[in-house]
């Protein structure tokens, strides 16, 4: 067992336009599959990377603390795949100022969102509750 001591690390690659997830190597180098828990994390990103594109920075990368709080965001409000695409969808489409940057009032600019900010409990609630829509409720 000794001789076959597994070294796990995680890696980001960009392929064909793709975030493709890490991968589990042994000391031989041979690829081993991911976790299924990994793809769910990766598939978000992938769906963030392909709504978003145009509106908000891009992710290249998911480090553990992201990838956790992207977990427990998903996890906390039950979201599906599906319904995290309806989640970006809906403030591509109707929260066009977190995609922008705007002036503050005293000279300078907010900075448009970024991932990190929707996967927040106050970005959900906001979302949800109508505070951030530009739809007239």
């Not at 001789?3 to 960009?14: D, E, K, P, R």
């Not at 828990?37 to 963030?48: G, H, P, T």
């Given at each position: ?8 690390y ?27 828990q ?52 809906f ?47």
């Amino acid at each position: 067992v000794a001789n076959h001591v597994y070294i796990a690390y995680t890696f980001l690659s960009m392929k064909n336009n793709k975030f493709t997830d890490g991968k589990t190597v042994d000391k031989g180098g041979e690829m081993k599959k991911k976790s299924i828990q990994d793809s769910k994390e990766q598939k978000a990103v992938e769906i963030y990377n392909r709504v978003m594109k145009g509106k908000m920075s891009r992710v290249n990368e998911l480090p553990s603390q992201r990838k956790t709080k992207l977990k427990n965001f998903l996890s906390k409000f039950k979201f599906t795949l599906e319904d995290w695409e309806g989640y970006l969808t809906f403030i591509r489409d109707n929260c066009g100022w977190m995609c922008e940057d705007r002036p503050n009032g005293n000279g300078g600019y907010w900075k448009a969102k970024k991932f990190d900010f929707l996967i927040t409990e106050k970005c959900y609630l906001g979302v949800t509750e109508g505070d951030y829509s530009e739809i007239k409720q």
